[in-house]
Structures are given as structure tokens and as C-alpha cells.
């Protein structure tokens, strides 16, 4: 990538850029608040194509005024661009796809069925009783009990995709949908849409991460995001496992 022509920040693992950013780069003649509006009405999702942040702007005596902005996920900036239908836009859409395979070159590729079982293997070595144990457990639940041995929090995105690699059919938007059905995470619009709900919280399923982003302009934001715990793991591997078996059947 040669030069940056509009901020892409990374909050939790997924790469975001601020609403605010690419409105001042497209150059819109609209106010903001209309132009995002109008954005939105094509379909995008809040809490899943984009977040609600609290951003801050220094005005001319040098005091901070606090100003409504969101951080985007790339594809929804992509698309975004491309409904413009100016060279604008068409050139934001072209660097947001470089930027994208720029990083996709270098993202951590998934762990495989084979690593998520050497950790079960891992472990076993501090626990001799546990490896007997795990022997007699179906690849299911070892592949279960992987998961509950890493200590770190995955984006939904993520554990969709650990669960498409092991023979569950879903994604990350059809995880996010079963997620809400099943009642953990909030399925009612507005701010806290897809954001954990207070069941989850109390079982200790999910977390909520708060990123600071810094943006061109010298503004801030605070964007959420919900991550799923190594408890919240467990749980929807086994149940998603136990659910597919039955389907199967």
C-alpha cells in the first residue's frame, strides 16, 4: 500500500474505518447525518455491518464538542463507496480492496481440527488423569474441550468460522441469527442491538470490548464490541454439536 487515503483502524481483530472519514473523503454535499441515514437504508446491520461510537472533534476556542460517527466494517465501506457512483467513490473502493488483501496476505490463518486437538494433547501433560479421560471422549467433545482450553476471547466471526471448519454448516451472519433467536444476544433495534444480553453476561458467555480509535481529523471514538468468552465457547460448541448430531439423525 503506497499511500493512505483513508484511516483503517482495527478494533478487535477486524478492520474498521471511520463513517466520518470516508464521508470527508467521498466529499458528499449532504450534512453527515443525512448522508449516513440515506446510507444505512440499504440494509446494513447495526452492530454487524457497522457500530455506533462516540467521537469527539476539537472546534475552533479549542474545546472537544462530542459529534455522532460509526465505525464501518471494510465490506461495508466497499459497498458504501460504490453506491456514490462517482470516481470518488470508485477509487475508495479500490483502496479498501488492496488495503483487504494486503491483510488477508498476512491474517492468521484459522486453527485446524489437527491443532485444536493438540491442545487437548497439550494439556494432558499437566494432567495425566485428563488424558485418560479424553481417550474414551468422542472427536466432538475433544474438540469441545480445545476450545475451552484457550484463554482468549473470539469474535463471533471467528468461532463461526472454527465451527464451519469441524462440519458445522453456519456462518458468521447465521451465527449472529442464532445467537438473538436463542436469547443471547439483544434482537430488539437500537444501540445495544447484538449486544450481549444480560443472561450471557451473568453466565459469563461474552465480553463487551471498548476500542479507542483515533482518527485523521484528531477525533475519537469508542466502539463495542461483543467477543465470546472461553465459558461462552464451550457452551455454543457443545450445543451447536449436540444440535447438529440430531440433526443428522
Known amino acids: 500500500m503506497t499511500n493512505e487515503l483513508i484511516k ?11 463513517a466520518r472519514d470516508l464521508y470527508n473523503y467521498l466529499e458528499s454535499k449532504e450534512r453527515f447525518s443525512i448522508w449516513i441515514d440515506r446510507m444505512f437504508q440499504y440494509g446494513f446491520i447495526e452492530n454487524q455491518d457497522f457500530t455506533s461510537v462516540q467521537n469527539y472533534t476539537v472546534v475552533n476556542n479549542g474545546a472537544k464538542r462530542e459529534v455522532d460517527d460509526y465505525a464501518l466494517t471494510l465490506d461495508t465501506a466497499k459497498e458504501i463507496s460504490m453506491l456514490q457512483r462517482t470516481d470518488k467513490g470508485k477509487q475508495a473502493r479500490q483502496y479498501f480492496i488492496a488495503c483487504e488483501k494486503a491483510a488477508l ?3 492468521t490463518r484459522p486453527l485446524s481440527r489437527k491443532e485444536l486437538a493438540q491442545m487437548v494433547i497439550d494439556a494432558e501433560n499437566l494432567n495425566e488423569g485428563l488424558k485418560n479421560q479424553l481417550t474414551l471422549q468422542e472427536p466432538k467433545v475433544i474438540f469441545a474441550n480445545a476450545v475451552s482450553a484457550s484463554k482468549t476471547s473470539l469474535l463471533v466471526g471467528e468461532l463461526a468460522k472454527i465451527l ?8 458468521q451472519n447465521r451465527f449472529f441469527i442464532w445467537l438473538r433467536e436463542n436469547g443471547w444476544l439483544i434482537k430488539r433495534n437500537g444501540s445495544d442491538y447484538n449486544m450481549p444480553t444480560q ?23 469508542i466502539s463495542k464490541t461483543p467477543k465470546v468468552t472461553g465459558l461462552g465457547q464451550v457452551y455454543f460448541v457443545n450445543k451447536l454439536l449436540e444440535l447438529n448430531a440430531v440433526k443428522s439423525c
Open 8 to 18: 483503517i483502524t482495527d478494533n478487535n481483530g477486524e478492520q474498521v474505518v471511520s
Open 105 to 107: 496476505a498476512i491474517q
Open 164 to 171: 464451519k471448519q469441524n462440519g458445522i454448516d453456519i456462518g
Open 199 to 221: 443472561e450471557s453476561m451473568n453466565r459469563k458467555f461474552f465480553e463487551i470490548k471498548e476500542t479507542v480509535i483515533s482518527h485523521a481529523d484528531g477525533h475519537t471514538s
